[in-house]
């Protein structure tokens, strides 16, 4: 489908730091997409107030609210469709989504991983790529599967891991190259579906 511009949502939990940088590259002009919805499953998150601030679209669908997985996709799936959207980017989104969720946005749901994947899936990355005594570490953006942290890799950023790192060095510089490579992922997708 090819329309003026590729309709964008966004989901997140937390501080928002990708979502800033994501919200910031679709507002490009040259950029053929435009953010449309942002969606937060936390209602302490600190990038609601970026979204506030910004007059960025967007919904709190606290988990906590449903009663299992299935029904919080099916309030988020509500809202998607309700702003006809035809990617989704999850940007620090820490809940798991249901199969059924994750095939109906086959090929137009890509996600930010701090790891090269597909080593080190799952939580605290940088802790535990500290602890094997990696001296290589990154992030990755890929297209959702259904298995967590799986599926077909689009961008892969590396960088070096320092004798002297801590977990909050390591993560900050494994976050400038997250913040190169999701822009670049997104670019990636928006001219594969404009065809
Ligand atoms: C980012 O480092 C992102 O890669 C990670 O959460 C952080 C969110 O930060 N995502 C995951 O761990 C997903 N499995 P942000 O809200 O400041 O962008």
């Known amino acids: ?3 003026a ?4 949502a966004i989901l997140f939990s937390g501080t928002g730091t990708n979502l800033r940088n994501l919200a910031a590259h679709i507002n ?15 209602p302490e998150a600190k990038g ?17 609210d449903y009663s299992d997985r299935a029904d919080f996709d099916a309030a988020m799936q509500t809202a998607l469709q309700a702003a006809d959207i035809e990617l989704i980017c999850a940007a620090g989104f820490m809940r798991l989504l249901t199969p059924e969720f994750v095939n109906y946005w086959q090929d137009r749901i890509i996600n930010i991983h701090p790891s ?4 080190y899936k799952g939580l605290h990355t940088h802790r535990r790529v500290l602890e094997a005594g ?3 570490h990154g992030c990755t953006v890929h297209l959702i599967r259904p298995e967590m942290d799986e599926g077909p890799i689009l961008v892969q950023k590396q960088v070096y891991v320092f004798p002297t790192d801590t977990e909050d060095t390591l993560a900050a510089r494994v976050m400038e190259q997250e913040l190169i490579a999701y822009p670049e992922a997104l670019d990636i997708m928006l001219s594969r579906l404009r065809g």
């Open 1 to 3: 489908m090819t329309t």
């Open 5 to 8: 511009s590729t309709r964008i």
């Open 28 to 42: 490009a002009a040259h950029v053929p997409a435009t953010l449309e919805l942002a969606i937060c499953n936390r």
């Open 48 to 64: 609601l107030d970026f979204c506030r601030d910004n007059n960025i679209p967007h919904e709190l669908i606290n988990h906590t």
């Open 116 to 119: 090269l994947l597909p080593a």
């Open 134 to 136: 990696e001296n290589t």
